[in-house]
């Protein structure tokens, strides 16, 4: 018999039903609502993880499978994706996936609920992307992470922020204290990339733990 055209000949996914050790999925904290961007990420590794990833994002559709061996599959891989799916959600989320048909409607409902790509939710996401300050004393790389999620989120609702953008942005909104790293990375004569000011962001956040300071004092002794 030739290989099927759509799924592979070994379907190693059972095993996330069978294995009786935790799953991938029990150290995810369930959807409530927030930080669906975070959870997506996460849900999408998990369903690579299992080769379900492709019938839930709409890669493989059901019309693709041209034998009943492979029809078979793909309906077993959407329910095994859905019910993954629905068993990271919590309770007061289930209303908007419980009639979805298959793993690919549910996703997709969810992206089209969270994922808003009106003009308000754009202008709210920008908002808050260019609004972000840094106060003194907050860690910085949760700060990077932070305007980079955002940038992210922005450009899954079709807005998407350049790389200068977030450059400039991150650089305007950190603290008082790294007023001499932003002078001195001005100052340079080739173009800043985000690689470059937040490893040199991070260096000088290093550089102050070692030195037993954080916040202004940390920085007026690492300029000593």
Known sequence: MSPSPVFP??????AFAMDATPTTTARINKFNGTNFHTWKFKMQMVLEERELWEV??????LEHCTTTADQATFKRKSCKALAIICLAMEDSQLPLVRSAK?????????????EKKS????????RRFFTTMMDEGDDVLEHINKLKTLAEQLDAVGAPVSE??????????LSESYQFLITAL?????????????????HEDMKRKEQGG?????????QG
Do not use: C, M
Not at 165 to 173: C, E, N, P, R, W
């Open 9 to 14: 000949a070994q379907d190693p996914d059972y």
């Open 186 to 202: 001005e100052s340079r004569a080739d173009s800043l990339s985000w690689e470059l000011v937040t490893s040199r962001l991070l």
């Open 119 to 126: 003009l308000a939710n754009k202008l709210f996401l920008r």
């Open 56 to 61: 839930t994002s709409g890669e493989v559709k």
């Open 164 to 173: 200068d953008d977030l450059v400039i942005t991150l650089l305007g909104s």
């Open 102 to 114: 298959d793993a690919h409607d549910a996703w997709s409902r969810l992206e089209g609920h969270f």
């Open 214 to 222: 954080g916040g202004v004092d940390g920085a007026a002794h690492g």
